[in-house]
């Protein structure tokens, strides 16, 4: 079947302009010194609605679904993942759980780019294991006091606001560990962090654009009214619409691989050896095709993935199998291109090594590959009891 339709095809062309025009030359030309998304990318995308996608448009958004938002990341990935990264941070608010006055005076903000957010549910020792954070909040009055640290906190300090989980309860149920968890949005200046944090910058290989954040929370007070949904059901809000989160990943994961592709045909048709093209010679040839086949398995497997989430139908494991596959691709194709490219390939003078970099990203965010492969063979075989 064919899923691109007349406004899809239009969305998707504006996207891939911007993403040519705007994001790549920015992406070749601030990755290597590791500097910022430019503001005016981030107010371009504003300006073209990216960041109320998933908005209905009676707070201001596009009201669009699952499927045109992945089509936009996948094109704003080709250029710059971290860009294709940052579109979620205006579609990150879990609008079903939130009350009437909340949607009306945070979406508004959000679609027009003015109030995007990070995520801080990751700590030093809960990654993978979400229900063993020991971060904690106290409730002091009218006020909560959170303590304790959380780790891979991009976009702390550019947020206009953190969404932090830690327990709420004195006690941990060891057969309900989840349980008693809950969130906090945590408004603050754009460019600082919040009163009570502190925080110290991880050194990455990559996803480089914007800066991922450890952090410290040593007795951060924030208002009773800064609670997100119920308390201790945090857990369900942190794992809160995955599918979609993995659709994302998926697409991401695709674009990185698409644009390694694109790199890498344009060099094999200019790059001589031996008195001719390298792309005349039939192992670079089966190199290419293979690598475009396996793109295209993945965005089909994402676009159904889509397809199911805009139609209401339950589809975790497929999201599952589309974030594996996709970034288990996106690993294989870029490091291929860097192959193609030969030394010019492992040098900062040319895209493919950030797409490779960016790739190997995605096999480890929104669930490693292990545990997506523990969510399927679950479905398949029941749950493991070791």
Same mark, same amino acid.
């Given at each position: 079947?064919?899923?691109?339709?007349?406004?899809?095809?239009?969305?998707?062309?504006?996207?891939?302009?911007?993403?040519?025009?705007?994001?790549?030359?920015?992406?070749?030309?601030?990755?290597?010194?590791?500097?910022?998304?430019?503001?005016?990318?981030?107010?371009?995308?504003?300006?073209?609605?990216?960041?109320?996608?998933?908005?209905?448009?009676?707070?201001?958004?596009?009201?669009?679904?699952?499927?045109?938002?992945?089509?936009?990341?996948?094109?704003?990935?080709?250029?710059?993942?971290?860009?294709?990264?940052?579109?979620? !941070? &205006?579609? #990150?608010? *879990?609008?079903?759980?939130? %009350?009437?006055?909340? /949607?009306?005076? $945070?979406?508004?903000? @959000?679609?027009?780019?003015?109030?995007?957010?990070?995520?801080?549910?990751?700590?030093?020792?809960?990654?993978?294991?979400?229900?063993?954070?020991?971060?904690?909040?106290?409730?002091?009055?009218?006020?909560?006091?959170?303590?304790?640290?959380?780790?891979?906190?991009?976009?702390?300090?550019?947020?206009?606001?953190?969404?932090?989980?830690?327990?709420?309860?004195?006690?941990?149920?060891?057969?309900?560990?989840?349980?008693?968890?809950?969130?906090?949005?945590?408004?603050?200046? !754009? &460019?600082? #962090?919040? *009163?009570?944090?502190?925080? %110290?910058?991880?050194? /990455?290989?990559? $996803?480089?654009?914007? @800066?991922?954040?450890?952090?410290?929370?040593?007795?951060?007070?924030?208002?009773?009214?800064?609670?997100?949904?119920?308390?201790?059901?945090?857990?369900?809000?942190?794992?809160?619409?995955?599918?979609?989160?993995?659709?994302?990943?998926?697409?991401?994961?695709?674009?990185?691989?698409?644009?390694?592709?694109?790199?890498?045909?344009?060099?094999?048709?200019?790059?001589?050896?031996?008195?001719?093209?390298?792309?005349?010679?039939?192992?670079?040839?089966?190199?290419?095709?293979?690598?475009?086949?396996?793109?295209?398995?993945?965005?089909?497997?994402?676009?159904?993935?889509?397809?199911?989430?805009?139609?209401?139908?339950?589809?975790?494991?497929?999201?599952?199998?589309?974030?594996?596959?996709?970034?288990?691709?996106?690993?294989?194709?870029?490091?291929?291109?860097?192959?193609?490219?030969?030394?010019?390939?492992?040098?900062?003078?040319?895209?493919?090594?950030?797409?490779?970099?960016?790739?190997?990203?995605?096999?480890?965010?929104?669930?490693?590959?292990?545990?997506?492969?523990?969510?399927?063979?679950?479905?398949?075989?029941?749950?493991?009891?070791?």
């Amino acid at each position: 079947m064919s899923y691109m339709t007349e406004e899809r095809l239009m969305i998707q062309e504006a996207a891939r302009q911007f993403t040519m025009e705007k994001v790549l030359p920015a992406a070749n030309r601030l990755d290597p010194e590791h500097g910022q998304i430019p503001m005016e990318i981030r107010d371009e995308m504003a300006r073209m609605g990216y960041f109320g996608m998933l908005i209905p448009e009676e707070y201001g958004g596009l009201g669009l679904g699952c499927f045109e938002y992945c089509i936009v990341a996948e094109e704003l990935a080709r250029g710059w993942m971290s860009v294709a990264s940052i579109l979620a !941070r &205006g579609n #990150l608010l *879990p609008i079903d759980s939130m %009350s009437e006055a909340d /949607k009306r005076n $945070y979406l508004p903000r @959000t679609a027009k780019g003015e109030f995007l957010g990070a995520f801080a549910l990751s700590e030093p020792n809960a990654g993978s294991d979400v229900a063993n954070l020991s971060c904690r909040a106290r409730r002091d009055g009218d006020d909560w006091v959170i303590t304790g640290n959380k780790y891979w906190c991009t976009f702390a300090d550019g947020a206009d606001y953190i969404i932090v989980f830690a327990r709420t309860t004195e006690t941990v149920d060891p057969k309900r560990r989840h349980a008693g968890i809950s969130a906090f949005l945590i408004e603050k200046p !754009r &460019g600082e #962090l919040p *009163p009570g944090v502190k925080g %110290s910058p991880i050194p /990455k290989i990559g $996803y480089f654009g914007w @800066t991922t954040w450890e952090l410290a929370f040593d007795g951060c007070r924030v208002p009773a009214t800064s609670l997100l949904g119920e308390e201790g059901k945090g857990f369900y809000l942190a794992t809160h619409e995955l599918e979609r989160a993995r659709a994302h990943t998926a697409a991401r994961a695709v674009g990185l691989a698409r644009g390694a592709l694109e790199d890498a045909t344009k060099y094999a048709l200019e790059r001589e050896q031996f008195g001719r093209p390298i792309g005349e010679f039939q192992a670079i040839r089966f190199k290419l095709a293979s690598m475009a086949t396996d793109i295209e398995a993945a965005r089909q497997l994402t676009y159904y993935v889509c397809d199911e989430i805009d139609s209401g139908r339950r589809c975790d494991k497929q999201a599952s199998m589309a974030k594996l596959f996709a970034s288990e691709m996106a690993e294989r194709v870029t490091s291929e291109a860097i192959q193609i490219f030969g030394g010019a390939g492992y040098t900062t003078l040319n895209a493919v090594e950030r797409y490779w970099r960016d790739a190997r990203l995605t096999k480890i965010f929104e669930g490693t590959s292990e545990i997506q492969m523990r969510i399927i063979s679950d479905q398949l075989l029941g749950k493991s009891r070791t």
